[in-house]
């Protein structure tokens, strides 16, 4: 059985009135890639401060690797790596320097520091640019060299505050394989972002968090099994009649139909064939469409189902 | 150490800033010290230097003692000439004088009337004269000291220190462009600009850019204690601070030969090595508010707290012109401290008298770095609340 790495038990935080956790409570085994999801001012952010001993907390248990985590235990924190949200990075430092340094806080000899700081510097693939400065790096290699401070003292947890924030779509791609690669490697990943996408892309288990309470956890299926959409038919139909959106939604497993700007939106629960079920409709009544499609359910649907809002605000 | 070495080598990217305030304090220490360029004429008083012949008969305690007196100041030679050949010596200027002291000196030197030491000398000069009154005020000394109920050793003892102390008078000549200061005291007196300028401006963005959110959460989290961090960011700033001291006393040293190693040059140099310390303490204060505020005006903030510092201290202006109400304001400012530091060394004070400077200024340290430490506390419940 794999070892719990971060074990959080109701853990509650206060800022004054507003409470930002409320018994609030995790499990992350070994090897894992656990995503931490949430909209903005859910309490991700506070959760992982909470974790790393960066802000006390009113009540509750933190436990890192079985033992229970306080300020003080660096035997701990060496054991962690952080990759913020925010690229924190000396300006005055070249590359190999920042990542040097921030190894440096983890690894005292001087070898084996090097050698870290040579493979973190591969890994990303910033080995051209280590004697650049970071104000002369684009956004995508600043991401890189900022996970490359993260991970060089090669720890066994690490967690990936939003690390793809204002990254273009290549580094972005280049960012998840890098993760997809530390957790091949033996590291156990926290992530935490807005992009739904990426985070169905790389997480073997996601926590969905609002309002600092777990709102749903479980991997991509369970989640989207606990919902009851299972799955939209989307067709693209001009003039389409308020009677025909009425008769669609008496079709078998329908539960929701929106028409608006031309789409059709058919939510189903459950069910197989919907969309012939659908289209079958259109061509009984002679109505031409575009095109119609069918898309299953994502973790957005989920946490919009779940929560009654948008995970991230539309961009 | 990590954070120490990355101290350095992030200040070392504000060196030009150093090197470009330590050429503007150059300047000024040039600038201070040409004025001083005549200050051996003007000022110092050297006793002549004479040659003189000597012949000992008596061979005392008393005679030898009279003799190291004279040898103390003047060039002294035992040779056996005959009167006339004295004579020609005398008048040809290739000795000032003949000092003869007779056998039985010693015994015989409580009855004044017996008491001669044979002299020969030209009248026509007065440099003879100046001898002969040595003499005198030697072996009258002596006799006031006996008279006074000293014994012979004593007396020998005391009128040496007497005699001594003629050559402490310092002639205080009243000197419009210097008043009565010294070129050490008016070049040590604005160098706690120098150094707080110095420190201010080129170390205090290094110690905010490890305080900044952002790096500071990055090291909280590694295996570094908070408390390590603070004292390498204090050690490297004590440091930079120092080293920045120590270019200044060289500095200052180039143009201070006649007083380097004397007891005011030490104590001057101590009271600046009091106020690189208080420096260091006084950065960590500032260091302790925000980053993100103290940054946004970083500029003005230094310029404020280095000029009034200085204004109220008086660096800039000599304190007895500092109005009673400014010298009430700046008795709780280190710079005060150190100015009245410095004009007690200027004064001839001991260390004992110049201690309770040194220690106002550490209080002031100690003041810096207990509020730095309160506001962190504050700023952190403020965060956490």
Same mark, same amino acid.
Do not use: H
């Given at each position: 059985m794999a070892q719990t790495v971060v074990e959080i038990n109701n853990l509650v935080k206060r800022y004054k009135e507003l409470v930002a956790l409320d018994n609030f409570g995790l499990k992350i085994n070994e090897g894992e890639i656990f995503g931490l999801l949430g909209p903005n001012g859910s309490g991700k952010t506070t959760t992982i401060n909470c974790l790393l001993s960066l802000l006390s907390y009113d009540k509750g248990e933190i436990k890192l690797f079985g033992e229970k985590m306080h300020p003080s235990r660096r035997d701990l924190k060496s054991r962690i790596g952080v990759v913020p949200q925010n690229v924190a990075v000396f300006d005055e430092l070249t590359v190999y320097e920042n990542v040097e340094y921030f190894c440096g806080l983890y690894i005292k000899d001087k070898k084996l520091k090097k050698k870290c700081v040579e493979e973190a510097i591969e890994f990303v693939d910033i080995a051209d640019f280590k004697k650049f400065y970071p104000k002369k790096l684009s956004g995508g290699l600043l991401r890189r060299l900022n996970i490359a401070c993260g991970i060089a003292h090669k720890p066994e947890l690490i967690i990936f505050d939003e690390p793809t924030v204002a990254v273009d779509p290549q580094s972005r791609n280049r960012i998840l394989e890098g993760i997809a690669k530390l957790n091949q490697n033996g590291a156990t990943i926290i992530y935490t972002s807005h992009y739904m996408e990426e985070v169905e892309q790389l997480c073997n288990r996601v926590l969905i968090m609002d309002k600092g309470k777990k709102v749903a956890e479980g991997t991509k299926d369970e989640l989207k099994g606990m919902i009851k959409n299972t799955e939209s038919i989307v067709v693209n139909v001009r003039r389409f009649s308020n009677e025909a959106v009425n008769d669609i939604k008496e079709l078998h497993h329908v539960y929701d139909v929106k028409y608006l700007n031309d789409t059709l939106t058919v939510k189903c629960s459950g069910g197989k064939h919907n969309i012939t079920h659908v289209s079958e409709y259109f061509e009984k009544n002679g109505i031409d469409y575009d095109r119609i499609y069918s898309e299953l359910p994502t973790l957005n649907d989920v946490f919009l189902e779940i929560t009654g809002k948008e995970l991230r605000d539309k961009e | 150490m990590q954070v120490f070495k990355a101290f350095f080598k992030l200040v070392k990217k504000y060196k030009t800033g150093i090197i470009l305030y330590f050429g503007l304090c150059a300047l000024m220490t040039v600038l201070v010290a040409s004025q001083y360029k005549d200050e051996d004429k003007k000022n110092k008083f050297t006793s002549e230097s004479y040659d003189l012949i000597i012949k000992d008969n008596d061979n005392s305690k008393l005679s030898l003692a009279l003799i190291d007196y004279l040898k103390a100041q003047h060039s002294v030679e035992f040779h056996d000439y005959s009167e006339d050949e004295l004579k020609d010596l005398i008048y040809s200027e290739f000795y000032t004088a003949y000092i003869e002291i007779p056998e039985g000196f010693m015994e015989k030197h409580l009855d004044e009337d017996a008491l001669a030491v044979k002299t020969l000398y030209d009248t026509g000069r007065a440099s003879g004269s100046f001898v002969e009154l040595q003499l005198d005020t030697f072996t009258q000394g002596i006799l006031k000291y006996e008279n006074a109920g000293f014994d012979l050793?004593?007396?020998? +003892?005391?009128?040496?220190? +007497?005699?001594?102390?003629?050559?402490?008078?310092?002639?205080?000549?009243?000197?419009?462009?210097?008043?009565?200061?010294?070129?050490?005291?008016? /070049?040590?007196?604005?160098?706690?600009?120098?150094?707080?300028? &110095?420190?201010?401006?080129?170390?205090?963005?290094?110690?905010?850019?490890?305080?900044?959110?952002?790096?500071?959460?990055?090291?909280?989290?590694?295996?570094?204690?908070?408390?390590?961090?603070?004292?390498? /960011?204090?050690?490297?700033?004590?440091?930079?601070?120092?080293?920045?001291?120590?270019? &200044?006393?060289?500095?200052?040293?180039?143009?201070?030969?006649?007083?380097?190693?004397?007891?005011?040059?030490?104590?001057?140099?101590?009271?600046?090595?009091?106020?690189?310390?208080?420096?260091?303490?006084?950065?960590?204060?500032?260091?302790?508010?925000?980053?993100?505020?103290? &940054?946004?005006?970083?500029?003005?903030?230094?310029?404020?707290?280095?000029? +009034?510092?200085?204004?109220?201290?008086?660096?800039?202006?000599?304190?007895?012109?500092?109005?009673?109400?400014?010298? +009430?304001?700046?008795?709780?400012?280190?710079?005060?401290?150190?100015?009245?530091?410095?004009?007690?060394?200027?004064?001839?004070?001991?260390?004992?008298?110049?201690?309770?400077?040194?220690? &106002?200024?550490?209080?002031?340290?100690?003041?810096?770095?207990?509020?730095?430490?309160?506001?962190s506390r504050v700023c952190m419940y403020f965060k956490e609340s």
């Open positions: - | 050793d004593d007396a020998i +003892a005391n009128t040496k220190k +007497a005699v001594e102390a003629e050559n402490y008078v310092e002639f205080n000549v009243k000197n419009e462009d210097n008043e009565s200061n010294s070129k050490l005291y008016s /070049l040590f007196l604005f160098v706690p600009y120098g150094i707080m300028s &110095m420190v201010l401006w080129c170390v205090l963005p290094v110690v905010m850019r490890f305080n900044s959110k952002d790096i500071k959460s990055r090291t909280a989290i590694s295996s570094i204690s908070p408390c390590k961090r603070t004292l390498a /960011l204090f050690g490297g700033s004590t440091i930079v601070g120092l080293m920045v001291y120590m270019a &200044m006393i060289v500095l200052s040293g180039c143009f201070l030969k006649e007083y380097l190693f004397t007891e005011k040059w030490w104590l001057s140099a101590l009271n600046l090595f009091v106020f690189s310390i208080v420096n260091g303490a006084l950065l960590m204060l500032i260091a302790s508010f925000p980053p993100e505020i103290i &940054m946004k005006s970083k500029d003005v903030l230094v310029n404020i707290i280095t000029i +009034a510092l200085s204004f109220l201290g008086g660096i800039f202006v000599p304190l007895e012109l500092l109005g009673e109400d400014v010298r +009430a304001v700046g008795k709780f400012l280190p710079t005060y401290w150190y100015a009245v530091g410095l004009q007690k060394i200027e004064a001839g004070s001991t260390l004992k008298d110049v201690s309770s400077c040194f220690g &106002m200024q550490a209080i002031f340290g100690v003041f810096c770095l207990a509020a730095g430490l309160a506001i």
